[in-house]
Each structure stands twice: as structure tokens, then as C-alpha cells.
């Protein structure tokens, strides 16, 4: 039972964060995969040759992480986990106060050391474990052949603001919600970083939080989500 307890698993995906800053051209940097067919890419293609300033997200520079920690009586068999997206991919467009951007949550890391060691987790779960807890969050949490990607869009931003609260819509396993989400906003000419933290619940995007023995092992349903996403 001990290799289920240790696959016992997460839930989450994806999110966050935006903001602004211009220049003139978009830098060459390959998507890790297609956008998914709702994905906005014409707005930014058009506010490009309309001279608007467009910045690109930088994947190798942006992180998105997120903290699954487990819950129930019997918490203390399993182990708590982390959740990474190094791919987040999209666009910003700061004079219109927009951000887009998506990530293909069958791409996502999980439990990399690195990452445990600064949520402050104490235990690292073996590689079988892990891919127990990727099939798992895959398939029976996230549902990711039906809803492989979650989308992330900011609208009516202020740039010029270096703290501030964005109104993020959140699009993940088929359905969306706005989130208030405070963030810090470091700007110069050629890059713009946001980076900020939330919590949200899986429920919240009609997810189920993975549980056994009647909830006695168990995904709590609140996370917690940190990012960094800058764009040049």
C-alpha cells in the first residue's frame, strides 16, 4: 500500500501572472508546442504590425510552481509535492494592458529536489513515485487528454504600477474563474518580470482532490502557487 500512499497526488495546474512593458519586435524564440486553437495568438500578430509594442514570454526565464500538500488522518504515510511549469509560453501587450499565455499541463515537472528543498518539504519521493503521482495527477485529476492545457488572460493591467493587484482569468479542466492576484511588477526597456503568489482550490475548477480510505490519505483541496514570468 505504501507505493500508492507515495502516488497519492496532485492536483493543480497551472496558472499565473502577467504584465507590461514594450518594444517594438517580437524576439525569435520557438513555442514548446502549438497553442491550443482558442489561444489568442492573432491579437498579438496584428498588434505587432499595427507597430503596438508586443513582448514574448521567455519560457527558460518564467517558472510557475505549485505546492499539493497532502491531508487526512493518515497524512503523515503519504508525502507532500511539488508541481512545475517551465514551459509557460505567450505574449504581453503593454500599452493595451493585456497578457496571454498557456501551459500543456502533460509538460509540467514533478518533485524536482530543487524545488522540494524550497518549499521547505523534508522528504523526496523515489522516481517510481513519481511517475505514480504524474499518471495519477494526469489522468484521474487533471483529466489532460480532455483538458491539456490551462490558459491564463489579464485584461485592463496598468504597467506603470511596480505593486499591484491583476484580475487573472484562469481557464483549467473546462472551465474558467477570475482570480485577484497580487503581484510585483520590475520593468526596465527590454524585459519585464511579474512574479507574485496565490491560493486556490481545486474545487474551485471542478476538480476532485485525489483521496483514499474514505479521505483518511489525502490531496488537500487549497494550494498554493508561486511565479515568476518575465518576457523581453
Known amino acids: 500500500m505504501a507505493a500508492r500512499l507515495h502516488r497519492a497526488a496532485v492536483a493543480a495546474a497551472a496558472l499565473l501572472a502577467l504584465a507590461f512593458a514594450g518594444c517594438a519586435e517580437l524576439p525569435r524564440v520557438e513555442a514548446p508546442l502549438a497553442p491550443p486553437p482558442e489561444f489568442p495568438e492573432g491579437y498579438y500578430q496584428q498588434a505587432l504590425k499595427a507597430g503596438k509594442p508586443v513582448y514574448r514570454i521567455d519560457p527558460a526565464q518564467s517558472l510557475i510552481v505549485i505546492e499539493v500538500r497532502r491531508g487526512g488522518s493518515l497524512a503523515r504515510l503519504g508525502h507532500d509535492h511539488v508541481v512545475a511549469s517551465h514551459e509557460v509560453t505567450g505574449y504581453i501587450a503593454p500599452g493595451e494592458g493585456r497578457a496571454d499565455m498557456y501551459v500543456a499541463l502533460a509538460r509540467m515537472q514533478i518533485d524536482e529536489p530543487a524545488l522540494r528543498m524550497e518549499a521547505g518539504f523534508d522528504t523526496q519521493p523515489t522516481e517510481s513515485d513519481i511517475e505514480g503521482t504524474r499518471s495519477n495527477m494526469l489522468s484521474h485529476v487533471l483529466e489532460a487528454e480532455k483538458f491539456p492545457f490551462a490558459l491564463i488572460a489579464v485584461a485592463g493591467a496598468d504597467a506603470k504600477e511596480k505593486r499591484t493587484t491583476l484580475a487573472v482569468a484562469v481557464t483549467l479542466h473546462g472551465r474558467t474563474r477570475t482570480l485577484q492576484v497580487p503581484a510585483e511588477i520590475d520593468a526596465d526597456e527590454k ?42
Open 191 to 232: 524585459t519585464i518580470t511579474v512574479s507574485g503568489k496565490l491560493a486556490f482550490n481545486q474545487t474551485d475548477f471542478g476538480i476532485t482532490p485525489y483521496a483514499l480510505l474514505g479521505g483518511a490519505i489525502a490531496v488537500k483541496d487549497g494550494l498554493v502557487l508561486h511565479f515568476r514570468i518575465r518576457a523581453r
